[in-house]
């Protein structure tokens, strides 16, 4: 059974960093696509981040500059560091694995499983 846990969400003020963890269960991480996705209440999900390997990361081009996505495979955890905050990156993060319909591994994408989120408020 896939299981992924995210943590590391919170409230901080614009301009400030967090950083997600998303550990793993029943499932090797090495060479799947895994993504952060957010979502807010009445909008629709929007993909931030993908990776498979090193030097595969894709990002929309609102976070670029600002989040890097990278695996710890010793871990099994997923990460986003997420700097320079604004108010627009307020949302539930989730992490997600695997690709639901096939195609490159990229934020656009739609994925197979998901944990259950975890909370990122930031204030102006």
């Known amino acids: 059974q896939v299981q992924l846990v995210e943590s590391g969400g919170g409230s901080v003020q614009a301009g400030g960093s967090l950083r997600l963890s998303c550990v793993t269960a029943?499932?090797?991480?090495?060479?799947?696509?895994m993504a952060w996705v957010r979502q807010n209440p009445g909008k629709e999900r929007e993909g931030v981040a993908t990776?498979?390997?090193?030097?595969?990361?894709r990002y929309v081009d609102s976070v670029k500059g600002r989040f890097t996505i990278s695996k710890d495979l010793a871990k099994n955890t997923l990460y986003l560091q997420m700097n320079n905050l604004n108010p627009d990156d307020t949302a539930m993060y989730y992490c997600?694995?695997?690709?639901?319909?096939?195609?490159?591994?990229?934020?656009?994408?739609?994925?197979?499983?998901w944990g259950q989120g975890t909370q990122v408020t930031v204030s102006s």
């Open positions: 997600a694995l695997g690709l639901r319909r096939g195609g490159p591994c990229q934020p656009q994408n739609d994925f197979l499983y």
């Open positions: 029943g499932v090797t991480m090495g060479s799947a696509c």
């Open positions: 990776i498979v390997h090193l030097g595969s990361e």
